[in-house]
């Protein structure tokens, strides 16, 4: 059973037992659910059995700030939600931003007018044209260097990439699916790209830290050691080869880093030989692959937008793959458009000041209307 599997069949179990809400409200007399809009349908649906009656239930959200449609939410389900004598309240205060931010804010934003509680006009945004490595660079600069700046990305390898200080601008963010593709000729390649696609995912695991989710994810392969202790000491040692070894496959084809494992953790992975498999291993780098692994907890100064909601940071560098991500500043549209939404969730998070990145400007209108928002700074 999945996640989705339990609120089914907790829906099931309330609508065919209703003495479960009975206990339920006997136990919980409040109910106070935050972001609201990124709530999956069915747990509104139980929240609405459950505050039918006696419970009183409180939710807190932002409709524009709902960017998790595929998990099922739906902005339209927070203003949507009633409930009996339901009383409703808006926040417009905001507590945490320079005037210059907030400006932004409420020039895309048509719902409400953010009032300017700290009244400090602070740094008008910048719009930083080049790579964007160059652009936190440049960034840092302008902060003296004494200031961290979180960068915010769109994607996990372009977040990746941040963290790494990777400059390359091809990115595909499906090379770890293509590895399991390109091996599924047989069961024994097939077993040989999940030993890889797992230590691969080791080592980027605990070299962010998370060195318990590393060893677990090595110990899957050892399923044949009955033992748990054995298994997970074989695990610990199987990782701290491919640690011991980063600096020699890191920069190199995958094929290096696939030799590595099979010479030294999982000997029984078949042979590389010519075709399509090969040309995969030996065309790309560990470093491309290692960019795709989806970094649960982040606690970096560079994520994703998404593992940014609830956070705020002085300094904020949103990084976009294209100028036609700007859209939203000139035609903006939160309601519908869930890129826009997710947009503004970014530049709701800075305190201070706030850096804008794309690879480059053409056309010479858009530019002109840019410069009305912006200051734009070539890097």
């Given at each position: 059973?999945d996640?989705?599997?339990?609120?089914?069949?907790?829906?099931?179990?309330?609508?065919?037992?209703?003495?479960?809400?009975?206990?339920?409200?006997?136990?919980?007399?409040?109910?106070?659910?935050?972001?609201?809009?990124?709530?999956?349908?069915?747990q509104?649906?139980?929240?609405?059995?459950?505050?039918?009656?006696?419970?009183?239930?409180?939710?807190?959200?932002?409709?524009?700030?709902?960017?998790?449609?595929?998990?099922?939410?739906?902005?339209g389900?927070?203003?949507s939600?009633?409930?009996?004598?339901?009383?409703?309240?808006?926040?417009?205060?905001?507590?945490?931003?320079?005037?210059?931010?907030?400006?932004?804010?409420?020039a895309?934003?048509?719902?409400?007018?953010?009032?300017?509680?700290r009244?400090?006009?602070?740094?008008?945004?910048?719009?930083?044209v080049?790579?964007?490595?160059?652009?936190?660079?440049?960034?840092?600069?302008?902060?003296?260097?004494?200031?961290?700046?979180?960068?915010?990305?769109?994607?996990?390898?372009?977040?990746?990439?941040?963290?790494?200080?990777?400059?390359?601008?091809?990115?595909?963010?499906?090379l770890?699916?293509?590895?399991?593709?390109?091996?599924?000729s047989?069961?024994?390649?097939?077993?040989?790209?999940?030993?890889?696609?797992?230590?691969?995912?080791?080592?980027?695991?605990?070299?962010?830290?998370?060195?318990?989710?590393?060893?677990?994810?090595i110990e899957?392969?050892?399923?044949?050691?009955?033992?748990?202790?054995?298994?997970?000491?074989?695990a610990?040692?199987?990782?701290?080869?491919?640690?011991?070894?980063?600096?020699?496959?890191r920069?190199?084809?995958?094929?290096?880093?696939?030799?590595?494992?099979?010479?030294?953790?999982?000997?029984?992975?078949?042979?590389?030989?010519?075709?399509?498999?090969?040309?995969?291993?030996?065309t790309?780098?560990?470093?491309?692959?290692?960019l795709?692994?989806?970094?649960?907890e982040?606690?970096?100064?560079?994520?994703?937008?998404?593992?940014?909601?609830?956070?705020?940071?002085?300094n904020?560098?949103?990084?976009?793959?294209?100028?036609?991500?700007?859209?939203?500043?000139?035609n903006?549209d939160?309601?519908k458009?869930?890129?826009?939404?997710?947009?503004?969730?970014?530049?709701?998070?800075?305190?201070?000041?706030?850096?804008?990145n794309?690879p480059?400007?053409?056309?010479?209108?858009?530019?002109?209307?840019?410069?009305?928002?912006?200051?734009?700074?070539?890097?």
């Open positions: 059973m996640h989705n599997d339990v609120l089914f069949f907790s829906y099931q179990l309330l609508k065919k037992y209703p003495f479960i809400l009975k206990v339920l409200r006997a136990k919980f007399p409040y109910l106070y659910i935050d972001e609201f809009q990124d709530t999956h349908p069915l509104v649906e139980i929240l609405k059995l459950i505050g039918a009656q006696e419970t009183i239930v409180g939710i807190i959200g932002d409709e524009a700030q709902s960017i998790f449609s595929f998990q099922g939410a739906d902005p389900q927070f203003s939600f009633k409930l009996p004598a339901l009383k409703e309240y808006v926040m417009e205060d905001n507590r945490r931003s320079t005037n210059s931010i907030i400006d932004l804010l409420n895309i934003r048509k719902d409400i007018v953010q009032q300017k509680i009244n400090i006009q602070g740094d008008i945004p910048k719009l930083l080049g790579e964007r490595m160059a652009a936190l660079t440049w960034a840092k600069k302008y902060c003296n260097n004494a200031e961290e700046i979180c960068s915010l990305s769109r994607d996990n390898p372009t977040s990746n990439a941040m963290r790494r200080d990777f400059n390359g601008q091809t990115m595909n963010d499906k770890l699916e293509e590895l399991l593709d390109v091996d599924k047989s069961s024994n390649n097939k077993y040989r790209s999940k030993v890889i696609a797992s230590c691969l995912k080791a080592v980027e695991y605990a070299r962010e830290g998370d060195i318990k989710k590393a060893i677990k994810e899957s392969l050892e399923r044949d050691i009955i033992d748990a202790d054995k298994r997970r000491k074989t610990i040692k199987s990782l701290y080869l491919l640690l011991e070894k980063y600096d020699d496959y920069n190199k084809p995958l094929y290096d880093f696939y030799l590595l494992v099979k010479n030294n953790v999982k000997s029984e992975i078949s042979k590389l030989g010519k075709g399509v498999a090969a040309t995969f291993y030996e790309n780098t560990y470093e491309q692959l290692a795709c692994v989806n970094i649960t982040d606690f970096s100064n560079h994520k994703t937008i998404h593992k940014s909601k609830g956070d705020e940071f002085d904020v560098l949103i990084v976009f793959d294209s100028s036609d991500e700007l859209e939203v500043f000139l903006p939160l309601r458009n869930e890129e826009h939404r997710i947009c503004y969730v970014a530049l709701s998070r800075a305190r201070e000041r706030l850096f804008i794309v480059e400007l053409k056309e010479d209108d858009f530019i002109n209307k840019l410069k009305k928002i912006f200051k734009i700074e070539p890097v």
